[in-house]
C-alpha cells in the first residue's frame, strides 16, 4: 500500500533554543551555600558562648562565690602504738576543725561526711559524721574521733619511720574528709558534688610521751579543699 503524503505541518519534539554567548552554569553554587550555613552556624555557637560568659560574670560579680574553709585548731593523740608480733596498730586521737561557710548568699548541704585518719599513706581509722546544713557567713565546729585498733603492715622502710617516730615522741598523721555536698542560692540548689579536703601532714605529740618534743605541728593548720 502506497505511503500517505502528509498533510500540513510536522510537530517532532521541541528543541531547545540555543544558550546565549558566553553563558556557562557555576559549579561551585551549592559548596558556597555550605559554606554560608557553616558560617552561620559559627557565629551562632560564637554567640552562645559569649552569652554565657557574660552571664557568668554577672552571676560572679552578684554571688561573688568563695571556697569552704577547713582548720585544723586542736589535736590530741593519747595512743599510737604498733606491735611487729601482729601488725595491730592501737590508737586514740581526736581533731577539732572549723568549718568556715565565707559567703554572703550561698548555704551549703553536707549530706555526707566521712573522715580518714593516715599514718604513713596508710589509711588505720574512720569515721562517718552528722550531716547538717550551713548557713551564709557561718562557722561549724566537727570534732573526728578515732580510737580503736586496726590491722596495719609496714614494710622495712616504714617500720623504721614509725620507730623513729616513736623515739621522737611526735608522729606525722593525715586526716582527709570526704564529702557529698549541695549548695543553695535562694531557692535553688544545686546537684551533689563531691569535694576533697586534705589536712596533711600534722606532727601529733603523744600526750604521755616523757622526753621532750621539738617538732610538733603549730596549730592552726589549713586544710586543702578541692573538687
Not at 562565690?65 to 581526736?94: G, M, W
Not at 580503736?148 to 603492715?153: A, E, F, P
Not at 582527709?176 to 542560692?185: C, E, I
Request: charged residues 20%; hydrophobic residues 40%; aromatic residues 12%.
Amino acid at each position: 500500500m502506497a505511503e500517505q503524503p502528509l498533510n500540513g505541518a510536522f510537530y517532532g519534539p521541541s528543541v531547545p533554543p540555543p544558550a546565549p554567548k558566553g553563558y556557562f552554569r557555576r559549579p561551585g553554587h551549592s559548596r558556597g551555600c555550605g559554606c554560608c550555613l557553616l558560617s552561620f552556624f559559627v557565629k551562632v555557637i560564637i554567640a552562645i558562648i559569649v552569652i554565657l560568659g557574660i552571664a557568668a560574670l554577672i552571676f560572679w560579680l552578684i554571688v561573688r562565690p568563695r571556697a569552704i574553709k577547713f582548720h585544723v585548731t586542736e589535736a590530741s593523740l593519747t595512743r599510737f602504738e604498733h606491735t611487729s608480733s601482729d601488725n595491730i596498730l592501737r590508737y586514740n586521737l581526736t581533731f577539732t576543725v572549723p568549718v568556715r561557710n565565707p559567703n554572703k548568699r550561698i548555704g551549703v548541704y553536707y549530706d555526707r561526711i566521712e573522715a580518714h585518719a593516715y599514718y604513713d599513706g596508710k589509711r588505720f581509722s574512720s569515721t562517718t559524721l552528722t550531716p547538717f546544713y550551713q548557713g551564709h557567713k557561718n562557722t561549724t565546729v566537727l570534732r573526728p574521733m578515732f580510737q580503736g585498733q586496726n590491722l596495719v603492715i609496714f614494710n622495712a622502710g616504714e617500720l623504721r619511720t614509725y620507730n623513729e617516730e616513736s623515739i621522737a615522741g611526735v608522729y606525722n598523721i593525715e586526716i582527709k574528709f570526704r564529702l557529698r555536698v549541695r549548695f543553695k542560692l535562694g531557692d535553688l540548689k544545686s546537684r551533689r558534688v563531691k569535694p576533697k579536703v586534705n589536712c596533711d601532714d600534722i606532727r601529733l605529740p603523744l600526750s604521755t610521751f616523757n622526753g621532750t618534743t621539738t617538732s610538733a605541728t603549730v596549730l592552726p593548720l589549713k586544710c586543702d579543699f578541692d573538687f
